[in-house]
């Protein structure tokens, strides 16, 4: 079997039919698509039992809510594929040649460890379909991936081998939010090839009642923490190269830590004061604007007057 496909269910039971079909529309049938119900109290379960009956590449596996990361580490577990993806089950594909083209570039490009591929943001009125004709996979450094916003700080718009996953054991981190942080950091560690095409494959649903849009303090305070998960990981033995993605990765975090606070419903700046002080500097490793704007904010407006901008900013965007 060539790919293993993992969606974590949880009382999603008005979109993983769509995200099932466009999986089950793929021209190529050598995968085995793994749903994980993690507990949902909808019909989401019952949905995936319907759907198993019918398909046999389809595995159900029924759970009490543990949560995302352990629905996908329970995936990887019992997966059987040679690559591994993960699709979020509100989530879709939207051509269906995607794993076909893959399957035939990793076939002849056998020491690939890692394929990426591009997303599309699509809201709940919103239906994107696509046909793409040719993918033109290409090798990339992780620097220039980095640098060129290809790879994403998500576990999706990923197809990755198995045996990288589960001899680094790149399990997910159990109980807190925004794992794909922490879990992307470690996984830029592990990869020796890395390809990509530029061509979108991927339908991400921006959902009014997703965890995205509702920031807490356990938000902000999880995604602080990732961050210094991943400046005690051992890099010293890494290229120059390297290093320069790996904390331009990380300033793209920490930029995402200071807009997530600066949109919290209940987070108290002034206990993440000291933390922004001392770590505030990884923002000068960026290639992107974004970073560089918020590091001079910070120099300039000082932290309250940075989040108090970056909250107007935001709201005006959820507006439109």
Same mark, same amino acid.
Request: a negative charge.
């Given at each position: 079997?060539?790919?293993?496909?993992?969606?974590?269910?949880?009382?999603?039971?008005?979109?993983?039919?769509?995200? &099932?079909?466009?999986? %089950?529309?793929?021209?190529?049938?050598?995968?085995?698509? &793994? %749903?994980?119900?993690?507990?949902?109290?909808?019909?989401?379960?019952?949905?995936?039992?319907? +759907?198993?009956?019918? +398909?046999?590449?389809?595995?159900?596996?029924?759970?009490?809510?543990?949560?995302?990361?352990?629905?996908? *580490?329970?995936?990887?577990?019992? $997966?059987?594929?040679?690559?591994?993806?993960?699709?979020?089950?509100?989530?879709? =594909?939207?051509?269906?040649?995607?794993?076909?083209?893959?399957?035939?570039? =990793? &076939?002849? @490009?056998?020491?690939?460890?890692?394929?990426?591929?591009?997303?599309?943001?699509?809201?709940?009125?919103?239906?994107?379909?696509?046909?793409?004709?040719?993918?033109?996979?290409?090798?990339? $450094?992780?620097?220039?991936? #980095?640098?060129?916003?290809?790879?994403?700080?998500?576990?999706?718009?990923?197809?990755?081998?198995?045996?990288?996953?589960?001899?680094?054991? %790149?399990?997910?981190?159990?109980?807190?939010?925004?794992?794909?942080?922490?879990?992307?950091?470690? %996984?830029? =560690?592990? #990869?020796?090839?890395?390809?990509?095409?530029?061509?979108?494959? +991927?339908?991400?649903? @921006?959902?009014?009642?997703?965890?995205?849009? *509702?920031?807490?303090?356990?938000? #902000?305070?999880?995604?602080?923490?990732?961050?210094?998960?991943?400046?005690? =990981?051992?890099?010293? *033995?890494?290229?120059?190269?390297? /290093?320069?993605?790996?904390?331009?990765?990380?300033?793209?975090?920490?930029?995402? +830590?200071?807009?997530?606070?600066?949109?919290? $419903?209940?987070?108290?700046?002034?206990?993440?004061?000291?933390?922004?002080?001392?770590?505030?500097?990884?923002?000068?490793?960026?290639?992107?604007?974004?970073? /560089?704007?918020?590091?001079?904010?910070?120099? #300039?407006?000082?932290?309250?007057?940075?989040?108090?901008?970056?909250?107007?900013?935001?709201?005006?965007?959820?507006?439109?």
């Amino acid at each position: 079997m060539f790919f293993s496909i993992i969606v974590p269910v949880f009382n999603v039971d008005q979109y993983i039919e769509e995200c &099932i079909d466009s999986i %089950l529309l793929q021209n190529c049938n050598d995968y085995e698509l &793994i %749903l994980i119900d993690d507990g949902s109290t909808d019909r989401s379960g019952e949905i995936c039992d319907l +759907y198993d009956e019918k +398909y046999d590449q389809i595995v159900v596996i029924h759970k009490e809510n543990g949560g995302l990361s352990d629905a996908r *580490n329970k995936g990887i577990e019992i $997966s059987k594929g040679e690559y591994i993806l993960f699709i979020d089950s509100d989530d879709y =594909l939207v051509d269906n040649t995607l794993l076909d083209g893959a399957k035939d570039f =990793l &076939i002849f @490009q056998k020491n690939c460890d890692l394929l990426l591929f591009g997303f599309v943001k699509v809201k709940d009125d919103n239906k994107k379909n696509d046909t793409i004709d040719d993918y033109n996979f290409r090798l990339i $450094s992780l620097q220039d991936a #980095v640098k060129n916003g290809i790879f994403y700080t998500s576990a999706w718009c990923k197809i990755i081998k198995r045996e990288i996953i589960i001899e680094h054991k %790149l399990f997910f981190e159990m109980n807190i939010y925004s794992e794909d942080m922490d879990w992307c950091a470690r %996984l830029s =560690l592990t #990869v020796d090839t890395i390809c990509y095409t530029e061509c979108c494959s +991927y339908a991400y649903r @921006q959902r009014n009642d997703s965890i995205s849009k *509702n920031i807490s303090e356990k938000n #902000v305070q999880d995604i602080e923490n990732n961050i210094k998960r991943s400046l005690a =990981l051992d890099i010293n *033995n890494k290229s120059d190269k390297f /290093k320069s993605a790996f904390f331009d990765l990380l300033a793209r975090n920490f930029s995402t +830590y200071i807009i997530a606070l600066a949109v919290s $419903s209940n987070s108290d700046i002034n206990c993440h004061k000291d933390y922004i002080k001392e770590y505030m500097h990884i923002l000068t490793k960026a290639c992107r604007k974004r970073e /560089k704007i918020i590091y001079f904010f910070l120099k #300039v407006l000082g932290i309250t007057g940075t989040l108090n901008i970056l909250k107007s900013v935001y709201r005006c965007k959820d507006k439109i």
